[in-house]
């Protein structure tokens, strides 16, 4: 029974990171990838190592995809920063 769970968790994995790969939008594609690694903190958990999936649901899954979502809001924030100095100040050049 246990084989099956760890071949399905397997054939979940290999969908997600598919996923996270061909994902248009950035913040769906790491939330993907994320759920791999929330996945395989559950086959490690199956296979007899909690404190290896315990591990890996703190820092591969938590900690992973928190620190690439707030990475990319920044990014996003930055980028915004740099476009409205441009648009004010066409916008004062037309007046």
Do not use: C
């Not at 690439?68 to 050049?93: A, G, N, T, V, Y």
């Amino acid at each position: 029974m246990n084989l099956i769970l760890v071949a399905l968790f397997g054939l979940v994995m290999i969908i997600g990171s598919i996923a996270a790969l061909h994902l248009k939008d950035t913040v769906s594609a790491i939330l993907a990838a994320g759920s791999v690694s929330l996945v395989a903190s559950l086959i490690y958990l199956l296979l007899g190592a909690p404190d290896v999936a315990m591990t890996e649901a703190a820092i591969g899954s938590a900690l992973t995809t928190v620190v690439f979502l707030f990475s990319w809001s920044r990014i996003q924030q930055r980028s915004q920063e740099k476009r409205d100095p441009q648009i004010d100040e066409s916008e004062d050049q037309k007046l």
